[in-house]
């Protein structure tokens, strides 16, 4: 009898329900304690959730357990063993310890450190995250951790992003209880990643180069047919899409990862899922998990999952929008405006300390989404442009406009929706539109930041949003700390009047895909970081360093480490794409080329060896192109070549990086055009590569 889907949710899962019948009442509690209140897990309370981990482990088919991390790599890390422990008289038991599960030691010296590590010094722990579940996963017990060196650096992106939530939540209880509100003990940063994607099947995928080596495609002509007819949009799901997202759905429930939405995206090909808000590293972890598994899936369909942010030249490519909120303890969604918006103190603290943490930490959040390939996305027609700015919507705009100018703010109330036939049933319409061109967008009860590219972690994001916040907090905190409670309104009233003065230049409700509002930005004084070598050097601002070390997100070894390891990936990526893109020129393309030249002058001197007189116009004119065609790529190439050595040779890495940016990627541009227009005049059966038209079509 096939299970149903509240059966099959979360079956594979260490989760509350699983724990409350396999554990001790007694250490049910003193586990339950760590993971609500952060306090320290005893090692007699580790040994019981071991044994009680390792017997329902091997109840489902487990045979090796592996600690599960996040290293700077933009994947995840494991390494598997075995629960087998052997005995005197030459048998095994299956054996897991408390020791076992709370600590790790993964050799470190393979992974990026950015000179926080030698080679030489290879130790490096796994440190186990009990808040987010263990589950089991191709037979083997998935344990989240977090990775640090042997001298206690962190060199992975759980480990501060942990740090980042436990400073958000004493900066947010703190600004409660000045505020009065005494019964909230803790407060949660929630986060809800909605994942673009395409599909394109597994033969073609493997016949390009491109994609097999960088993610993404390096030539190619458009197809006849792009988005311009916007008909894929929301469009009928395709049978093969729909078995792939039906099975994807099954897996990612097992697992308890709230899949919830899925539809097709604007682009030919591109799809996009949607989970339900979680707690913010285990929304991270749900995250990682989720880019695996679309992978796995895909490959069983005979389909690949593309991930890179921009895979196709000429239509939209991939972002990945980060749902953001705060949750007290008590259930109250601190980003919610409730009824009344203009009187819910609460509410306007907490979304004024948004607007200050974004305004003034910009450049953070814009690092926060710097990738190479999020470079080619960023500011395009698809996705927000590199200027960071705030969507309020109108009500909210009038109602700080109000607090900043001391003058009466009148509700609109609620609007009855009616669109005209009467059999439709009336509804009541949201206070403001949504505005898809903001980067930063406040959507009813959460803001949403719309810059991610698809295939980054979700947590450097909130990193930067949870230490930004707490530090505007603890600001507002030290301003109302004394205030009476007769007198707080009046405070509070004063403080939003003052950082709106100050903080609304962040402010934009408008269209943020036009030139003019480039232009407007500049002169507001806000960030314009067009590239990651642009952006990444503000990482290690003074402002930015103070930050992150007065609130122990990192030390400034460990910012130093991640600008180092940064600009590196940003390099090798580019340097891996421009060999590629130079190997398929000169071993796929140009022989194409050469082909078709040698075709069409067999052709030209048959027809003339049969009618002397007659016209090889077309011919010549077509060889004429084509050979002017192989000369431009035969000269790019070598111009491709020198300046990548170039780069490369470049000591400096910021300085490497700039050359990559600034030189090569502007070669391969000019390389692609000559490249991509040859394609064009090529006849398929003589291509080395699917083209366009198959890629977005076939599937």
Known sequence: MAQTIPELYGSLVFNDKIMRSKLPKDMYKALKKTIENGTHLELDVANSVAVAMKEWAIDNGATHYTHWFQPM???????????????????????????ELVKGEPDASSFPSGGLRATFEARGYTAWDPTSPAFIKDGTLY??????????????????????????????VNMLHVLGNMEVKHV??????????????????????????????????????????????????????????????????????????????????????????????????????TMEIMKKVADKHGMVCLLNEKPFEGINGSGKHNNWSMITNTGVNLLDPGKTPAENIQFLVFL???????????????????????????GANEAPPAVVSIF????????????????????????????????????????????????????????????????ASVANPNIVLNTAVAEALNQFARELDGVSAEDME???????????KKHKRV???????????IEEAAARGLYNLKSTPDALPMWIADKNIKLFTEHKIFTKEELHSRYEIWLENYSKTINIESNTMVEMIQKDLMPSVLTYMEQIASTASMKKSVVPDISTESEAALLTKLTELQAKMMSGVETLKADTAKALAAEDVLENAKLYQSVVLADMETLRAAADEAETLIPDSLLPYPTYGKLLFSV
């Open 352 to 378: 004024m300390a948004v607007i200050k943490a974004v305004d003034e930490y910009a450049d953070l959040l814009r690092i926060s989404v710097a990738s190479a390939g999020n470079d080619h996305r960023l």
């Open 188 to 289: 949660s940063t929630t986060v809800g990643p909605e994942q673009e994607y395409f599909l394109v099947d597994k033969d073609l995928y493997k016949a390009r180069k491109d994609l097999v080596f960088c993610g993404r495609t390096l030539i190619g002509a458009p197809a006849p047919k792009g988005q311009e007819m916007e008909d894929h949009y929301f469009g009928t799901l395709k049978p093969r899409v729909s078995a792939y997202m039906h099975d994807l759905d099954t897996e990612l429930w097992k697992l308890g990862i709230p899949a919830k939405t899925k539809h097709n995206e604007v682009a030919p090909a591109q799809h996009e899922l949607a989970p339900v808000f979680d707690t913010t590293n285990v929304a991270v972890d749900h995250n990682q998990l």
């Open 490 to 500: 009046h405070a509070v009233h004063e403080l939003i009047k003052r950082a709106i």
């Open 392 to 455: 309020l919507g109108d009500e909210l705009t009038e109602i700080l406009s109000s607090i900043e100018n001391d003058t009466y703010f009148t509700s609109h109330g609620a609007v009855q929706m009616d669109i005209g036939a009467t059999v439709l049933p009336h509804f009541v319409k949201d206070n403001t539109d949504r505005n898809r061109t903001s980067p930063f967008a406040f959507t009813g009860n959460k803001f949403e930041f719309r810059m991610l590219g698809s295939a």
């Open 143 to 172: 344990i989240p951790t977090a990775f640090c060196s042997y001298s206690g650096e962190a060199l992975d992106k759980k480990t501060p992003l942990l740090r980042s939530m436990d400073t958000l939540n004493k900066a947010a």
């Open 507 to 517: 402010v934009f409700n408008g269209n943020g895909y036009t030139d003019e509002w």
């Open 73 to 99: 790599t933009n994947v995840t890390a494991e390494k598997h063993d075995s629960f087998i422990s052997p005995t005197s008289d030459g048998q095994v038991i299956m054996d897991f310890s408390g020791k």
